[in-house]
């Protein structure tokens, strides 16, 4: 930077930027593991207003999916669904990771969807893709630490922790996490909290 012209100058600095929200990232995500190997995850269980949390998750990537024109939709059943037992916060996180993984991986013009149902024993939150998919091989890893499929699922912004500390969370409400092909091509996770 200190050699560069005015120009190079701005570009550096926004690779520097970037770096550091990366590692930023990382760190976190790497405290988060941490925590969960010494079960010391800081959960608070509550009422919690679930429609309200995929809404804001909702607002909160349409600006990176506008960006790769991705049509970002969620479908919400008329009544509020309201969880007696839930860290709303870690079940935001849960829902970020597979946006975040959704959009990532899933190409210009492409669409991701998410969706929620209520059951008299679950709610069921669906977060599904017209991307790239999984091959059946990595469905079976796609959880583990550190695990990425291959080269077309390599992103820089992606360490192949975050579905793992999803699924450490999921597991933290007994609930479940799995991932299937969408129709059509693309990948849907589906996380299911008992109530």
Do not use: W
């Not at 991307?131 to 469905?139: F, T, Y």
């Not at 912004?157 to 500390?165: E, K, N, P």
């Amino acid at each position: 930077m200190e050699k560069g012209t005015e120009e190079q100058k701005k570009e550096f600095s926004s690779i520097a930027y970037k770096e550091g929200q990366r590692l930023s990232r990382l760190t976190s995500d790497l405290l988060t593991l941490a925590r969960g190997n010494n079960q010391i995850y800081q959960a608070s269980f509550g009422r919690t207003e679930l429609d309200t949390i995929i809404l804001d998750c909702y607002e909160a990537f349409c600006v990176s999916a506008r960006e790769k024109n991705i049509r970002l939709s969620v479908e919400l059943p008329d009544n509020a669904l309201i969880a007696e037992h839930m860290d709303g916060e870690r079940i935001k996180q849960v829902i970020a990771i597979l946006l975040d993984n959704a959009i990532s991986y899933t190409q210009e013009n492409g669409s991701v969807c998410m969706k929620c149902q209520e059951t008299s024993k679950a709610f069921c939150i669906e977060v599904s893709d017209n991307g790239i998919g999984i091959d059946n091989k990595s469905k079976t890893k796609i959880f583990d630490r550190f695990y990425r499929v291959d080269d077309s699922r390599t992103s820089k912004s992606h360490f192949g922790l975050g579905l793992c500390i999803a699924k450490e969370i999921v597991d933290l409400h007994r609930g479940t996490i799995t991932v299937s092909d969408t129709d059509g091509g693309g990948a849907t996770f589906t996380v299911k909290l008992l109530k």
